[in-house]
């Protein structure tokens, strides 16, 4: 007797802790959602849109994403949830994708960075009559999979453009640095940099480092410079970060042309200072900001753009308009 | 009362049923009781729980096998490289996969038992080069880092049923992880290799004076524990029509932990198979219920670590109660 009252307040306590861990959890919520209550009709409080994306937290560009969806959420009032897997795992993510559909939100945002391992979720969210857009990756396969619309860059014309940027700065041999290999998005954006760079007379080759650790990607970089490379193009702010830094160790900064995908207050600080050429932005604050617009509007009137793909990119920031662009980087808005 | 607080996964059974109510009065309204939420959990937790029976037979045994994630990753290009590249019929694919798995353990297995260097370094070692190896070959032939169009492969609607059908809304792979729980169970506490294994990890040297081949044993389960990665590597290439080489990452701590949850001591010659299958359950439950909750997934990993901690005070906690008792 006396070892069945020790379990049951075993199984109590265990209980409280775990109710306690997840109150933790949750205390960060209710801050986007005290706008909310001043919403002019209660009824948009009651649109429940699921964001699911590969953008892991430590990715400051994703930050700027989840940005652009909370403060959607919190102008229009309402009510989102943003879900990303804990590595770059889109098993996991297809996972994720398959509760928030059993959850049935009125609405579902997605980054369709693996077509095979998430197109069976996605179809099932379509299936389930959830209207789907897709973000950011994806621009390729979403009409194929039942996506309303795509919101995004088109990644292989946003690579080409980086390439014909770097070609016309007189580089000759290129280096493609991937940090997230695995991600068919940045494959084709490294293919279009490579064509446009190839097509200019030059060379290049892609180089794959691990984006969570910053010592390695640099190291693997700087073992990469001592082949005469010119030139280097990274595909979001932990490359940029890491050849920057091997540039630094080199000594070669400014005499190797450094060009990024997208921005973060340390990448515009150089190019103000001129340590980056320039950096291809794709906007990726409207990226979590306009799907929440136009599925609230959908749900609630049933309109919707004409479907195809909604460009957020590409644009150059260079030396001229980075002071600009800095001011709102800060606010995590660029 | 005696017997039932002497088992090492009731820590982890107790968690189970904690963590499902707790969720159910939580995120009850929100889909987590539906049968397409229980699905999703369940899923989850039956290829994790796959691979921990697997891991937390070796663990009994006193070893540990860190290149099991990246097995996955291995495994599941291999067979999309040859049905992709080479035509192959996916049975044939599977096939190579697996005997390609066996060989890996065996060299792990064999490295272990004759340097009688930690199996905690030698497996690490195997990580990397199974997981640079995937990387490198799949790079070198396809230019890619993903291998789709595994349904287009000769034989592929045979695979699906097996691998990757649904059953009432539930995947198929729920029923192949209680087959292979009670396979493993079976063998580790109804046969001699299940007393062999307890040997292996409490007392080598007296297991090893009672004439039991120890190293043959932990060669063995090498074997086990990288086939079932195989195993799980088809589950989700079928699944996921293809493959990428990031497939599998973490998973060989995951089953750690859950082989942990379930009462299996890091030191071996103490475990249970059941308890693993608990552990696997109580992971599953969470990483869904998480997002059921619609807590914010930044904070997942903080509930997973309190959760860890928690289950392993409960399990030893028990374990020293079950301990007095007896005297």
Redo the contacts between chains.
């Keep these: 007797m006396r070892?069945?009252q020790?379990?049951r307040a075993?199984?109590g306590s265990?209980?409280i802790?775990?109710?306690a861990?997840?109150t933790?959890?949750?205390a960060?919520?209710p801050a986007g959602q005290e706008g909310a209550t001043q919403a002019p009709s209660a009824q948009r409080k009651d649109v429940k849109i699921a964001v699911v994306t590969h953008g892991q937290?430590s990715d400051t560009f994703w930050s700027v994403v989840k940005n652009g969806v909370e403060n959607a959420s919190k102008d229009l009032g309402v009510t989102i949830?943003?879900?990303?897997?804990?590595?770059?795992?889109?098993?996991?993510m297809?996972?994720?994708i398959?509760?928030?559909?059993?959850?049935?939100p009125d609405g579902l945002v997605v980054s369709i960075p693996?077509?095979?391992?998430l197109?069976?979720a996605i179809k099932a969210a379509v299936a389930a009559g959830i209207p789907v857009i897709s973000i950011n990756s994806g621009s390729d396969v979403y009409k194929q999979l039942g996506v309303l619309l795509h919101v995004g860059q088109t990644e292989y014309e946003a690579g080409f453009g980086g390439g014909e940027k770097m070609a016309g700065a007189g580089v000759k041999n290129a280096l493609c640095v991937n940090h997230e290999?695995?991600?068919?998005s940045l494959?084709l954006r490294c293919k279009g940099f490579l064509d446009a760079v190839t097509k200019a007379g030059g060379t290049g080759k892609v180089l794959?480092v691990n984006a969570a650790d910053p010592t390695d990607s640099q190291q693997k970089v700087t073992a990469a410079l001592g082949e005469g490379i010119d030139g280097i193009m990274t595909l979001g702010p932990l490359g940029s970060k890491a050849a920057l830094a091997a540039l630094k160790q080199g000594g070669s900064v400014g005499k190797v042309k450094l060009g990024t995908f997208d921005l973060t207050p340390d990448v515009l600080a150089g190019i103000r200072d001129g340590e980056l050429e320039f950096a291809i932005d794709q906007q990726q604050y409207l990226q979590g900001y306009l799907p929440i617009v136009v599925l609230a509007q959908y749900k609630q009137y049933g309109v919707l753009p004409a479907g195809g793909i909604l460009p957020t990119g590409p644009g150059f920031v260079t030396k001229e308009n980075a002071a600009r662009v800095i001011e709102l980087s800060k606010q995590g808005i660029r | 009362m005696r017997r039932i607080l002497n088992r090492p996964e009731l820590g982890a059974a107790c968690g189970v049923v904690a963590v499902w109510v707790f969720f159910a009065l939580y995120a009850g309204g929100s889909g987590f009781l539906s049968k397409a939420g229980s699905a999703t959990y369940l899923e989850i937790a039956s290829e994790l729980g796959i691979l921990a029976a697997a891991v937390s037979l070796l663990m009994i045994a006193g070893e540990f096998d860190l290149s099991v994630g990246s097995m996955i990753a291995a495994s599941g290009m291999t067979i999309s490289l040859l049905c992709e590249r080479l035509g192959w019929s996916i049975w044939a694919a599977i096939a190579v996969a697996m005997v390609l798995s066996l060989g890996v353990g065996f060299a792990n297995g064999l490295v272990v038992v004759r340097t009688r260097l930690p199996s905690f370094i030698v497996t690490l070692g195997s990580l990397f080069i199974l997981s640079g190896g995937t990387i490198g070959v799949t790079r070198f032939v396809t230019g890619r880092t993903q291998v789709g169009g595994l349904h287009e492969a000769l034989h592929f609607d045979s695979a699906q049923a097996i691998f990757a059908s649904r059953i009432g809304g539930f995947s198929v792979s729920v029923l192949w992880w209680v087959g292979v729980t009670a396979l493993a169970a079976w063998v580790l506490l109804r046969t001699q290799f299940g007393n062999w294994i307890f040997g292996a990890g409490g007392a080598p040297e007296a297991t090893r004076n009672l004439g039991v081949p120890v190293p043959r044993v932990k060669i063995a389960l090498f074997m086990t524990t990288s086939f079932s990665a195989c195993l799980i590597a088809t589950f989700q290439a079928v699944k996921f029509t293809g493959s990428d080489v990031l497939r599998g990452t973490g998973k060989e701590l995951e089953a750690i932990l859950a082989a942990v949850l379930g009462g299996t001591l890091l030191t071996g010659g103490h475990g249970s198979v059941i308890g693993a299958a608990f552990g696997a359950l109580l992971f599953g439950m969470v990483q869904q219920g998480i997002v059921f909750a619609g807590v914010d997934s930044d904070w997942y990993k903080v509930f997973l670590g309190a959760m860890l901690i928690v289950a392993v005070l409960v399990n030893t906690y028990v374990r020293v109660r079950a301990a007095e008792a007896r005297r």
């Design positions: 070892s069945h020790k379990l075993l199984i265990m209980a802790i775990l109710a861990a997840c933790k959890g949750e960060p919520k937290a949830t943003y879900n990303s897997p804990q590595t770059f795992d889109m098993v996991a297809s996972r994720l398959d509760a928030e559909v059993a959850k049935k693996d077509p095979n391992a197109g069976n290999v695995g991600n068919a494959d794959a």
